[in-house]
């Protein structure tokens, strides 16, 4: 029987919707038991960083609010989303996967409270539609492209979050109807992409998860008829010449490649040279030897690892992604591994691309507010473990309201670009530059000594000062106020000194703007 014809017999056995997901109750459950290991660390990550990520953005309600009950009420709606994530993790951290039911409720809870409060937030704000807008985008796609899909009502929050949120547009914020359309006609684009990008996701894993399943049972009946028939290799052979999916046989001592099949010869040897004699076909294709070394440990340990992402390199020395499982055999009486692999380097560089984009600012390609946290975290624990002193500049744009009125958002946008670009000239490789409000800008500063932070936000002021921007025909003149501040020694975040340097910021414009003001 052709590899084809088993598995449109399995796909037969266990349907599909069009969404991707299995239409069978005990299918889906099954394909999330098997993958749990995969699923659960996606829903730990999503509890965990999502919840950080929307409780920082109540210093941006206080920010905008203040103290007013309008932001205490919004900080307690924040919490309840922080219960929902603990939810989250905690079921994630289950060695095994829960009921259906319970994990599809609670991943829905935690989405659709993100999405209420957020149109609240959008409310409670008022102000322009397009600033708005980058948010309710990001956090379109993070629903189809981050949060893995554990129902069909999950798939729907999308065009339901779109709906709502264009409707507050025109109601609540009064967009006008240029932007409005403009706004449409994005989120519209990013449900339909993500809708097509989710279920096909969805699907090829199922896919591959009955694959594995099939080339899984095929392994064990080949094997048990090569005991009772003394034909194993044959009939390995067989099924390794049928198999679509890429199957290496390694030998478990010495990791010696005992025997792999066309589908792999095509992924990690395209240019024939094993075949050609010019080089040998070894298990060394990791391109992390420590990472082979790590696997192969816990291969031992667990008896099976996978499906896990990882990068393997060809003969040729090109990377490639792939998604691995193995698992420990007998092979002629002898310990081995049978290892497959799906290609997904299409994926992981979706991926990756995703990961860029909610961490950049997409008018100036600076780092964004979440991008800027995340790297000072980062930069802070290399400060502290090298005991340096890190500095804080906070930059605001002076009466640049002016410019928008004056000249239109247009040369707005272009000029705020192009102050990105003269800051970014002054400073040095090691400072991280980003654009954390409308006009405004922080730079990080590692192993800086508050004078030498006072003398680079001089050049930067400077800087600006003698620059006329061009934008769009028209010349722009702006100053900027800077506060400076330093990261203090016990401080283990990156937000006092923020506060520092955004007060000495203000205190500067009180003075008279286009001047450098200090609070340590």
């Known amino acids: 029987m052709s590899p084809d014809t088993l598995i449109a017999q399995d796909q037969a056995r266990t349907p599909m919707r069009s969404n991707g997901l299995f239409a069978r ?22 509890g965990l960083w999502g919840t950080a990520a929307f409780m920082l953005a109540s210093i941006t309600d206080f920010t905008v ?9 919004l900080l307690a709606l924040r919490c309840v989303v922080l219960g929902l994530g603990a939810r989250l993790v905690q079921l994630g951290r289950k060695p095994e996967a829960p009921a259906l039911q319970c994990l599809s409720h609670a991943l829905l809870e935690f ?52 709906l709502v949120f264009l409707l507050e547009a025109v109601f609540v914020l009064h967009a006008p109807a240029k932007v409005g359309s403009i706004v449409a006609v994005l989120l519209v684009f990013a449900n339909f992409a993500g809708w097509q990008v ?25 094997l048990a008829a090569e005991q009772r028939a003394l034909a194993g290799e044959e009939n390995l052979r067989r099924l390794f010449d049928t198999t679509p999916v890429p199957m290496v046989l390694v030998h478990q001592p010495d990791g010696q490649v005992l025997r792999y099949n066309p589908a792999a010869e095509s992924l990690l040897d395209p240019a024939g040279k094993v075949r050609a004699g010019l080089v040998p076909f070894s298990a060394d294709f990791y391109a992390d030897p420590s990472q ?85 975290a980062a930069l802070l624990q290399t400060a502290r473990s090298g ?3 890190m500095a804080v500049l906070l930059m605001d744009a002076d009466h640049f309201k002016r410019v928008n009125d004056t000249h239109g958002h247009a040369v707005g946008d272009e000029a705020l670009r ?4 003269v800051i970014q000239a002054q400073l040095r490789d090691a400072d991280a530059l980003a654009r954390v409000g409308g006009e405004e800008f922080a730079c990080l500063l590692p192993n800086t000594p508050l004078q030498q932070a006072m003398d680079i936000a001089e050049r930067i002021r400077d800087a600006i000062a003698a620059h006329a921007l061009h934008c769009a ?36 414009k009180q003075a008279g703007r286009n001047r450098v003001g200090q609070m340590v």
């Open 111 to 162: 989405e659709v409270a993100i999405l209420v409060i957020f149109l609240l937030v959008v409310a409670a704000y008022g102000g322009a539609v397009d600033y708005h807008a980058i948010t309710a985008l990001l956090l379109t796609i993070a629903l189809y492209a981050y949060a893995p899909a554990l129902s069909a009502a999950s798939l729907w929050l999308g065009p339901a979050f779109t």
């Open 25 to 46: 109750t005990e299918d889906e459950q099954d394909f999330r038991r098997s993958e749990w290991d995969y699923i659960g660390a996606r829903l730990r990550s999503l």
């Open 292 to 376: 082979s070394a790590q696997l192969r440990a816990t291969l031992l340990r667990e008896g099976r690892i996978g499906p896990l992402d990882v990068q393997l390199k060809t003969t040729d020395g090109r990377p490639v992604e792939v998604m691995l499982s193995s698992a420990l055999m007998q092979f002629h009486g002898e310990p081995a591994t049978i290892s497959s692999l799906v290609e997904i380097t299409a994926r992981k560089n979706y991926e990756r691309e995703l990961q860029r984009l909610a961490h950049a600012d997409p008018l100036t390609g600076l780092l964004n507010r979440r991008g800027f946290f995340g790297h000072a």
């Open 387 to 389: 005991g340096e002193t």
């Open 65 to 73: 609010l203040g103290a007013s009950p309008v932001y205490f009420g």
């Open 418 to 421: 192009q102050i990105g670009g």
């Open 198 to 222: 989710a279920t096909q996701l969805n699907r090829i894993q199922r896919l591959n998860w009955l694959d594995r399943q099939r080339l899984r049972r095929e392994v064990m009946e080949r």
């Open 473 to 508: 025909g028209v010349r722009v003149q702006v100053s900027l106020t800077v506060g400076v501040s330093l990261v203090g020694a016990s401080e283990q975040r990156i937000d006092e000194a923020l506060s520092r340097a955004d007060r000495a910021m203000y205190a500067a």
